[in-house]
């Protein structure tokens, strides 16, 4: 089942610079995004979503964009800090429908 | 601030043991769900649950499995007689409902049941 897609599994970035995490999904029935911050030993955590009647959603640092075109959503966090280092899930659903769909992952290191 | 617990935070059993791992959701949510994540795997939608009854599940939520609402706070799985691939993290997870339990519905997850089968 790969209908949500993390391609990179990881990514480093220093601390004050971008971090830009992105998702791709195959399914287009899905009509609402979100993306959750996990840390080891901890349930995933929700970060801010986007319903696809939108295509840009933001909350402090952290942006999402979906392109429903290219069926490709992204995470942009300014300025990144060590505490964001973690892996961040994409995950996905459809109206009608409970179930989340997740991404593999993509483990987000952000140094000093 | 309001979060899902779960208990206990690991559990381990023999092949063949029922085992019932235990949610409190968040109050005044709706929906209950239950997910799952075998070490180095994707993050599996299990089953949902709302009114007192399941409102989906997936290919993995067979017979072995079960979820109830004893009570106004507690949501539990059971897995009847446990196998080896059933070791993984399941997490519980509430909404609140407004997004009619998918589509907007925001869920929010607890922390997780490491679950050992020997």
């Known amino acids: 089942d790969q209908q949500v897609k993390q391609n990179s599994p990881s990514l480093s970035v220093q601390e004050g610079r971008i971090s830009i995490l992105n998702c791709d999904y195959t399914n287009s029935m899905f009509d609402y995004f979100l993306w959750y911050k996990k840390y080891p030993a901890e349930g995933p955590t929700f970060l801010i979503s986007?319903?696809?009647?939108?295509d840009k959603n933001e909350d402090g640092r952290f942006t999402v964009f979906l392109n429903k075109s290219a069926k490709h959503l992204s995470l942009h966090i300014v300025p990144s800090q060590p505490g964001d280092s973690a892996v961040y899930f994409c995950?996905?659903?459809?109206?009608?429908?409970?179930?989340?769909?997740f991404g593999t992952g993509t483990r987000l290191l952000v140094s000093p | 601030e309001p979060e899902v617990t779960q208990t206990p935070s690991h559990q381990v059993t023999q092949m063949g043991q029922e085992v019932i791992l235990r949610c409190v959701p968040i109050s005044n949510h709706l929906y209950f769900y239950w997910y799952r994540q075998i070490l180095g795997q994707k993050v599996e939608f299990l089953v949902s649950f709302y009114n007192n009854e399941i409102s989906e599940k997936s290919e993995i939520f067979d017979d072995q499995f079960s979820v109830e609402r004893p009570d106004g706070s507690n949501f539990t799985l059971k897995i009847r007689s446990t196998k080896l691939e059933d070791s993984a993290m399941y997490f519980c997870?509430?909404?609140?409902?407004?997004?009619?339990?998918?589509?907007?519905?925001?869920?929010?997850f607890g922390p997780g049941t490491r679950l050992t089968v020997l």
């Open positions: 995950a996905a659903s459809s109206t009608g429908f409970q179930k989340l769909v």
């Open positions: 997870a509430s909404s609140g409902g407004s997004g009619g339990g998918g589509g907007t519905d925001t869920q929010y």
């Open positions: 986007i319903s696809s009647i939108k």
